[in-house]
């Protein structure tokens, strides 16, 4: 499958925890988005990376959340001392940049906080 | 800042009828626009996009849309509706320019069913 992997699928976590999220995009693709999408809704934008360079974080990224794309592939979403609130389907897209292209989601990681 | 709407939750039809899916948009400055589809615990799958010449866009499994910039709407359609077309649909805007970054905005979604 060369689409957009995103692991793991479903996560429950207690309130206070530390969770981490890993999203692999299509290889060839330049651009990683991060989004959220909590029920019900539209996803929000959470931040890009161009390349290993994380270039735009929403407002909506608070302390508590860190991504990172070390090498130019893969990104990890991190979210410290995890809140109620934080319970949402979090979407990893990518695309190719200097090109109108769409982006290519990935089926989300749902973290449930108990 | 830029937004979308999507003024209906949820759109019925009848199986075989035509189906149009609402979206308008505001934004300050010349806009890409895109479709998703979403089904049940899956990510979003790409329909169609306008960027640019004529307003008439066709996509995926038969959905087209069209873009009226006096109307700043973008409005999905399909001419014959089937029961697989229930899913969550999704309106999204991206600016053209560059150096306003590269994300999208998407609507609160419009929950389609139809029925046999």
């Known amino acids: 499958d060369t689409g957009v992997s995103q692991n793991p699928r479903h996560k429950i976590t207690k309130r206070g925890q530390n969770v981490t999220f890993r999203c692999d995009p299509i290889?060839?693709?330049?651009?990683l988005y991060w989004y959220r999408q909590t029920l019900g809704q539209g996803p929000e934008f959470l931040t890009y990376f161009q390349n290993e360079a994380q270039l735009e974080k929403s407002r909506l990224l608070s302390d508590r959340f860190s991504a990172e794309r070390p090498k130019g592939s893969f990104s990890t979403l991190e979210i410290q001392r995890t809140e109620q609130g934080d319970s949402a389907m979090y979407l990893c897209a990518s695309s190719l940049v200097g090109q109108v292209t769409e982006a290519f989601f990935g089926q989300g990681t749902r973290l449930t906080v108990v | 800042a830029q937004s979308v709407a999507q003024p209906e939750d949820q759109v019925n039809v009848a199986e075989g009828n035509p189906l149009t899916v609402k979206c308008t948009y505001s934004?300050?400055?010349?806009?890409?626009l895109f479709w998703y589809v979403q089904y049940p615990n899956r990510g979003l799958q790409f329909l169609l996009k306008?960027?640019?010449?004529?307003?008439l866009v066709k996509g995926s499994y038969g959905f087209e849309a069209e873009f009226n910039k006096s109307q700043t709407s973008f409005h999905l359609k399909k001419p014959s509706a089937l029961v697989s077309d229930s899913a969550l649909y999704f309106c999204?805007?991206?600016?053209?320019?560059?150096?306003?970054?590269?994300?999208?905005?998407f609507g609160g979604g419009t929950r389609v069913l139809v029925k046999p």
């Open positions: 999204a805007v991206r600016l053209i320019r560059e150096a306003a970054g590269n994300k999208l905005t």
């Open positions: 290889s060839e693709h330049n651009r």
């Open positions: 306008y960027i640019t010449g004529d307003n």
């Open positions: 934004v300050s400055g010349n806009p890409y």
